[in-house]
């Protein structure tokens, strides 16, 4: 599993409210990511770290944001949720800049009422 | 844009069937593919392919990168009940390490 944990594993919400998921790794990788996945969509890149207080968008970041304080902690903010927002999400770390592989955390299902 | 397609989108096989997945791209700055296997939990790595590694095999699973043809394969023999899942394409182009995936090739297989 990479040493990724990620929190709460499910939880269910109500439309308006704040969420904030949890990636924590116990390797010092530099690279990590959030993706979200949904029938029909496959897995969509939200946003990405590369590094203590580094971060980028993916192309479905609307309605997230990120921070990245420590670099084993990677959180990701829905500030009002919505039902659109609905899905599962996985964190990624990438192990260095010699490789591409990901590997990914065991995933959150988020229900947005 | 990055675009990832896979086909077919779903597949169902008997145990003991070979099966062969499909996944083509338009990537600027191609840099690898890679495939992933999901059960019903996190994708886990199978393979990366790069220009400078086209093939990997790894038991019953391998996997070939067509580089002229924007394309990949992924060969499974004598297929078990345990591979049954969603088999996942991705590709990584230009500088930023980006993955994009494909929607992923669900494979049933049935005793």
């Known amino acids: 599993d990479a040493g990724i944990t990620q929190s709460p594993r499910h939880k269910v919400t109500e439309t308006g409210t704040p969420v904030t998921l949890r990636c924590h790794q116990t390797?010092?990788?530099?690279?990590m990511y959030w993706y979200r996945q949904d029938p029909g969509h496959g897995l969509r890149l939200i946003h990405y770290?590369?590094?203590?207080?580094?971060?980028d968008k993916g192309e479905v970041s609307d309605g997230y944001s990120v921070s990245r304080s420590k670099t084993e902690d990677f959180l990701l903010t829905l500030e009002s949720a919505t039902s659109s927002q609905t899905s599962v999400y996985f964190c990624?770390?990438?192990?260095?800049?010699?490789?591409?592989?990901?590997?990914f955390g065991p995933g959150t299902r988020l229900t947005v009422l | 844009e990055d675009k990832v397609v896979q086909s077919p989108l779903s597949l169902v096989v008997h145990e003991g069937d070979t099966v062969t997945l499909n996944c083509s791209y338009e990537?600027?700055?191609?840099?690898?593919l890679l495939w992933y296997k999901q059960e019903k939990k996190a994708p886990t790595f199978l393979f990366m392919l790069?220009?400078?590694?086209i093939e990997k095999k790894s038991g019953r699973l391998s996997s070939i990168l067509d580089k002229k043809e924007l394309s990949s394969i992924l060969n499974i023999t004598a297929t078990q009940t345990g591979d049954s899942a969603i088999y996942l394409c991705?590709?990584?182009?230009?500088?930023?390490?980006?993955?994009?995936f494909g929607k992923g090739t669900l494979l049933t297989v049935n005793p």
């Open positions: 990624a770390i990438r192990p260095g800049q010699i490789t591409d592989t990901q590997y």
């Open positions: 390797e010092n990788h530099r690279y």
């Open positions: 770290s590369y590094g203590v207080k580094d971060t």
């Open positions: 990537v600027t700055n191609f840099r690898s």
């Open positions: 790069t220009s400078s590694g």
């Open positions: 991705a590709v990584v182009g230009g500088s930023n390490y980006k993955l994009t």
